[in-house]
């Protein structure tokens, strides 16, 4: 549906420049707009799963910083109260000690206790989440109509699933607690440091304050050359790609030299940027350390003096516990700038899995259901509980409270149609035609006539904007949609299978069907002949797509497919890749043998069909222009006959 | 061990960068081991005996170490960015000119899509790797060393319980890193799964729908996702056992210290400084511990990159030019004298059978036979694109083998079947079957191939810029492209491998014609599945399953050849496309709606 992709706006989708290890760096810049608002829903979403889990893991981060800021005070503890007296005193009575190294390691047995605890039950959390976001993204998208999958490409739905969700992953499992941690950390060593000592906690923060300006100059430098190693990464691998694609054309042309100078340059200009961009990445950590030292040494010259001179009351036991406060208050400050980036990444990968959510699904207000039926020997219709073959339309009237019965026929009529994929650009205009069940309708004409256009609309991929198309009388928008599919058998141009057995994926047709019916199907379509010579038969693995059959098999399979559904009315859109005599004429028989009997809509290539259809509808630039019988249209002298006699100029 | 090697050798001009990373980082590992060495002397020393002096001399030194550490670490940075950078350069240049050598059977063994992936990502991991192996892997060891040596200055009783730790949290370490990289490759794999699962129903979505399994496919997938929660949960209990053990050990280690240094110091064994310094060595030691096995895991995972990227490094070419290659291509004759080929030297699984095949200078040859014929493989072996497995293939009455292989393909011009346009001006691309053509030249060519009267309607004409893969032109039009490409080589010999299957039958009739008037001396070979295509030929050439079912001119081969009255009588009686009458108009139709879009993009 290359057509409907270009005409349909694709969403705008910020691209965000990410490392080969999904993370990014400081100072890239990323924006999303409205990130407190998708913050609040991702919480809402996460709390309203696992809201209690959430506040037991919040408890416990609280234990596990108190248990290791207690941790941290032993030491002044060890030196202040322990180990100076006893020095001074020369008492050797080691039992308060041992007291209190008992007292610290229950203090530190609970700190892992809750921090485990904490990691246990954040698994459940994150895992949980992603598992009902994944879920609950894949049942909605199930739900969406034809529409926004032609408006958005594959590799953008696709990195929902993958990127979107991995960094979501990565905040929710990591960032988040690892944020809050140092949150609390960072409160509690302040508060601590300022009853150690205020003016050393002054100095601290003028220092921290240095280290953060720094840090954020250089992370800023990294970030302009880390987007421009991307573009050139991104310019690499494209030509990369390109060349590998074309190489045997190179061969054949003997273009390695020139490949190679293009290569060589592009290369070059990958590694200046790359060298620059991770040369400001590296000297970050080291300044933030060294920085962190000097803070120590000034912190540890002032409290000497302080301690010496007895300034404050600081005590040498105090004065090792703030230097080791110090030290603990740098490193959750990194932490946090680094944890805000990802987290800011990942807000940005909720907001498009939010978007998918909140697409409109699908609407449905048919209301005229499909029916097993018998038909009595008066040729009324009524319901019946079991299966019995035959099918009809239970139509409700609103208006005098009856219902009434259709029998399931196959005819078609549109009346009138007019389509668009965009309001401002009618695709099809005035579409009238009459397909009579059993009735084979071709459709010919140029590319972009509408033909493939038309299939869309019966099965209501798309919905029409004026017109009617009655289906056994009834128009097709009081038909549950569901129903009105079950109906219709489609096989599209484009051949797609399932990662599943050769079995499985006839069966897709009918889901309840005997091994009998998918082999009395396969015959059918005259693909039980290559299916009995695959290694395991019917029970063939097939992969990506069917990507270990040939184009003419897969065309078999999906015919397969469309013949043990078995439905009154058939689409189909024949192939048009080349695909040898041979092979082409075991496809046409199959195509032939699911035709018959059927309503058919053909979209024609083939001589064959379009010789043998019971009208030919000849489209151009969205209008019926010519339609009538193979004789009668080369008759006519027209459209069709020039188009049959290939005496159109070419130009 | 090879592997290492290989790639070692394009560190090339890098070594010194490579030898002076990880000096710098060793230099600034003795800052960070002599800091608090300093602070222990300035608390024992300075503040407890009230010697402001030597807090400052001393606090001066450590200033002073602080910013030696400065200079070693951004120099360490600035050296490992480069060693890396430049080392991945190589990398890819060494890879990318090696593919230039490949031949096609080489080509054939990775896919392009492998061969992209080899000269991306799978250096981009080896990039990250050597960097963290310069700046980390000899730095982590170093620092943990360091740190163990100054503990045991300090005491060696206490230092002995680090060693203890050390030993105990490896061992833990190193089960528990196996455990979980085993259970995360399982989970990993699934997750791929599930991913494609999804990927699969997105493509297929029409399908989907058409057969109204929208609940069938979400059944499928919730219990797919809800078997990957389970994966995923059983692999991170395992790995969330790392960090409790890990603190388990630091306290158990702080807590001993403690006790036993207390113990020390009073009794006048160990100062007070001293006591603090090794509880600071304690975290530097088991957080060093931490980051050599996360290293070992990181480069572990890098190895699979690693011995891709060598295995493209190592690759042969399968063809080699002779010492003495023939220079000059005298006539377009074509000989197989008794030819087999096969696609693996080691598969008795022949392609080709016993082909004997003699066709002059100046003829038109046709080529038709079904899916699996060879007749692709049977045309590759004339300009040596594979190499025949037995027998001799001649062009101009010299065996291929003897030719320079540039010489031989500049004569023998091929218009793949999978042909490909590169991103460029149309102009560019035609010029790469010769890079001096003027413009007129060029003209000439797309005369001939039916191409000038579409590139005239584009807006830009012969400038019109091609897309990366061709996709702004459809495809009857680039295969005319092709074809002009091919013709501006003014080649001797000219195969044409299915090359207008896409161009309507009348604009292919036309093609033909004015080739055969424009170039009456070229060979022309024309692998075709519609047989309008090779009725003109002199004469034509049926495969059957590798081997010549008849090789005559088409009215004989009507009367006598069974396969080529099959093919005949079905495309005659009404099996043919229909859609090939259409496709003149069809490439107008086309051709219209890409410029508007085009324009539209220009607008925008």
Redesign the interface.
């Known amino acids: 549906?290359q057509m409907a992709k270009?005409k349909i706006d694709a969403l705008d989708k910020k691209n965000v420049p990410k490392q080969?290890?999904g993370r990014v760096p400081r100072g890239v810049k990323v924006r999303v707009e409205n990130a407190p608002a998708i913050f609040k829903r991702l919480m809402a979403y996460v709390f309203s799963r696992y809201g209690a889990l959430m506040l037991v893991v919040v408890v416990c981060i609280f234990t596990s910083v108190f248990a290791s800021v207690q941790?941290t005070l032993?030491?002044r503890t060890?030196?202040d109260g322990?180990?100076?007296p006893?020095?001074t005193s020369g008492s050797?009575d080691?039992g308060p000690?041992?007291r209190a190294?008992g007292k610290?390691?229950l203090f530190?047995a609970v700190?892992?206790?809750a921090?485990?605890v904490q990691?246990?039950i954040m698994?459940?959390v994150s895992?949980?989440t992603?598992?009902d976001l994944?879920?609950e993204m894949?049942?909605h998208?199930?739900?969406l109509p034809?529409r926004y999958?032609d408006a958005n490409s594959?590799g953008d739905?696709?990195s929902m699933?993958?990127n979107d969700i991995d960094t979501l992953r990565q905040m929710i499992?990591q960032s988040m607690p690892q944020f809050l941690n140092s949150l609390i950390t960072i409160v509690s060593v302040v508060i601590s440091m300022f009853t150690l000592s205020l003016p050393l906690t002054l100095i601290t923060f003028v220092m921290t304050g240095v280290m953060l300006f720094a840090s954020g100059k250089i992370a800023s430098l990294s970030g302009s050359y880390f987007v421009r190693q991307q573009k050139a990464l991104g310019e690499?691998?494209?030509y990369?790609?390109?060349?590998?694609?074309?190489?045997?054309?190179?061969?054949?042309?003997?273009?390695?030299e020139?490949?190679?100078e293009r290569?060589?340059e592009l290369?070059?200009q990958?590694?200046e940027s790359?060298?620059?961009?991770?040369?400001f990445?590296?000297?970050?950590?080291?300044?933030n350390?060294?920085l962190g030292?000097?803070s120590?040494?000034i912190c540890?010259?002032a409290g000497?003096?302080m301690?010496?001179s007895g300034f404050g009351g600081l005590t040498?036991g105090k004065?090792?516990s703030f230097?080791q406060f110090n030290r603990n208050f740098n490193m959750p400050i990194n932490q946090i700038s680094m944890q805000l980036n990802s987290c800011v990444m990942a807000l940005a990968g909720a907001d498009r899995i939010f978007s998918l959510l909140d697409e409109q699904p699908e609407t449905d207000e048919g209301y005229v259901t499909l029916v097993d039926a018998r038909i009595g020997a008066d040729g009324t219709v009524t319901e019946s509980e079991a299966r019995t073959g035959t099918w009809a339309w239970k139509h409700y009237h609103k208006a005098d409270d009856t219902t009434t019965y259709q029998k399931l026929a196959g005819d078609i009529v549109m009346d009138g149609v007019d389509f668009g994929y965009v309001p401002e650009k009618m695709v099809l205009h005035d579409i009238r035609l009459y397909a009579k069940p059993g009735q084979k309708i071709a459709f010919?004409?140029?590319?972009?006539?509408g033909k493939t256009t038309i299939t869309n609309l019966i099965?209501r991929?798309y919905d029409i904007q004026d017109g009617k198309i009655r289906y056994d009388g009834i128009n097709v928008n009081k038909i549950k949609?569901?129903d009105l599919?079950?109906s219709?058998?489609?096989v599209?141009q484009e051949t797609?299978?399932?990662?599943a057995t050769v079995m499985d994926n006839i069966r897709?047709?009918k889901?309840d069907a005997t091994d009998e019916e998918v082999y009395a199907a396969a015959r059918l379509a005259n693909a039980d002949g290559f299916i009995r010579r695959l290694p395991d038969g019917y029970n063939t693995m097939l992969h990506?797509?069917g990507s270990n059959l040939?184009q003419?098999q897969r065309q078999l399979l999906a015919i397969a497919?469309a013949a043990i559904?078995d439905p009154p009315v058939l689409i189909l859109d024949e192939a048009?890749s080349?695909?040898?005599?041979?092979?082409?004429?075991i496809v046409?028989e199959g195509m032939d043998n699911l035709m018959r009997g059927r309503t058919t809509f053909v979209i024609?290539?083939?001589?064959?069909?379009?010789?043998n259809s019971d009208c030919i509808m000849v489209l151009e630039q969205g209008r019926i222009i010519e339609r009538g019988t193979h004789e009668q249209l080369m008759d006519m002298k027209g459209k069709y006959w020039?188009?049959?006699?290939?005496l159109?100029?070419?130009? | 061990m090879e592997t290492i090697r290989i790639l070692g050798r394009e560190v090339r001009e890098f070594k010194r960068p490579s030898i002076l990373t990880p000096i710098m980082m060793v230099l600034e590992v003795v800052v960070e081991t002599l800091i608090p060495l300093l602070m222990a002397s300035i608390i024992d020393n300075g503040v407890q005996k009230g010697d402001m002096h030597h807090i400052l001399v001393v606090g001066g030194a450590m200033v002073l170490l602080a910013l030696a550490g400065l200079l070693t670490g951004v120099l360490g940075g600035k050296y490992g960015a480069l060693a890396s950078a430049g080392f991945a350069r190589n990398l890819r240049r060494a890879m990318y000119e090696r593919i230039q050598t490949y031949s096609f059977a080489n080509i054939d063994k990775y896919s392009s899509s492998g061969l992209v992936t080899r000269l991306t990502t799978d250096v981009t991991n080896i990039q990250n790797a050597y960097q963290m192996m310069l700046r980390m892997f000899v730095r982590a060891p170093i620092s943990m060393i360091t740190a163990m040596i100054m503990a045991f200055l300090i005491n060696a009783r206490i230092a002995s319980i680090y060693l203890a730790a050390v030993i105990f949290l490896s061992i833990v370490m190193f089960f528990l890193m196996g455990r979980v990289t085993k259970f995360f490759q399982q989970v990993f794999r699934k997750y791929d799964a599930l991913n494609e699962s999804v990927e699969e129903n997105v493509a297929s979505i029409r399908v989907v729908k058409a057969y109204v399994r929208e609940e069938y496919e979400k059944d499928k997938f919730t219990k797919a996702a809800e078997n990957i929660y389970r994966l995923f949960v059983q692999a991170e209990k395992n790995m969330i056992m790392l960090m409790p053990t890990m603190m388990a050990t630091v306290y158990t280690c702080i807590l001993l210290i403690s006790w036993i240094g207390a113990h020390m110091v009073v009794s006048s064994e160990l100062t007070t400084g001293e006591l603090m310094s090794l509880l600071t060595y304690c975290l530097n030691i088991l957080s060093s511990l931490m980051m050599v096995s996360f290293i070992f895991v990181m480069v572990s995972m890098s190895t699979a990159s690693a011995k891709r990227i060598a295995e493209v490094l190592t690759e042969e070419s399968t063809l080699r030019n002779p010492e003495q290659p023939v220079g000059e291509v005298p006539d377009g004759s074509i000989d197989f004298d008794d030819v087999d080929f096969s696609y693996s030297s080691d598969s008795r699984e022949m392609v080709l059978k016993d082909v004997d095949l003699h066709i002059r200078s100046g003829e038109t040859v046709g080529i038709i036979g079904g899916t699996g014929s060879a007749k692709t493989s049977l045309v590759n072996l004339i300009s040596r694109l594979y190499e025949a497995t037995a027998g001799t293939v001649r062009v101009g009455g010299h065996d291929v083998r003897d030719y320079d292989m540039e010489v031989l393909r500049r004569q023998v011009s091929v218009v793949l079947q999978k042909n490909v346009l590169f991103s460029g001006t149309i102009l560019e691309n035609l010029r790469w079957g010769n890079k001096d053509a003027t413009e007129e030249e060029c003209r000439k060519a797309c005369e001939m191939a039916c191409a000038d009267e579409f590139i005239t309607q584009f807006p830009d004409g012969y400038e019109t810029v091609i897309s990366q893969g061709g996709t702004n032109v459809s495809g009857g039009q680039k295969q005319r492209l092709c074809i002009a490409r091919a013709l501006l080589a003014n080649p001797k010999i000219l195969i044409l491998d299915d090359s207008t299957s896409a161009v309507d039958t009348a604009t292919d009739a036309r093609i033909r014609a004015a080739l055969k008037e424009a170039a009456p001396g070229m060979t022309k070979l024309i692998i075709a599945q519609r047989i309008s295509s090779v009725e003109n030929a002199d004469r034509v050439i049926v495969m059957d399953n590798g081997r010549i079912d008849g090789f005559d001119t088409p009215e004989n081969l009507l009367k006598h050849n069974q396969i080529y009255q099959e093919v005949y009588h079905t495309q005659m009686s009404g099996g043919g496309d229909f859609d090939l009458h259409a496709g003149a108009v069809r490439e107008a139709g086309e051709a219209a709606g890409r410029l508007a879009l085009d324009q539209k993009e220009e607008r925008r």
Do not use: W
């Open positions: 549906m270009e080969p290890n941790g032993f030491t060890l030196i322990y180990i100076t006893m020095l050797r080691f000690l041992l190294i610290v390691a530190y700190g892992i206790a921090s485990y990691n246990r698994i459940y895992q949980g992603l598992r994944r879920i894949f049942r998208m199930q739900g034809v999958f594959r739905i696709m699933y993958t499992s690499v691998n494209g990369i790609e390109e060349m590998m694609a074309g190489q045997k054309v190179v061969k054949v042309f003997c273009h390695e020139e490949s190679l290569f060589n290369n070059d990958l590694f790359a060298n620059n961009a991770n040369k990445a590296n000297v970050l950590g080291p300044v350390a060294q030292h000097l120590y040494v540890a010259i000497g003096a301690a010496i040498i004065l090792a230097l010919v004409g140029s590319t972009g006539a099965n991929f949609k569901a599919r079950r219709l058998g489609i599209l797609h299978l399932f990662t897709y047709g889901l990506g797509d040939s003419g497919r559904a048009t080349s695909i040898d005599s041979r092979t082409e004429k046409q024609a290539h083939r001589l064959s069909t379009v010789r020039q188009l049959y006699t290939g159109a100029v070419s130009s």
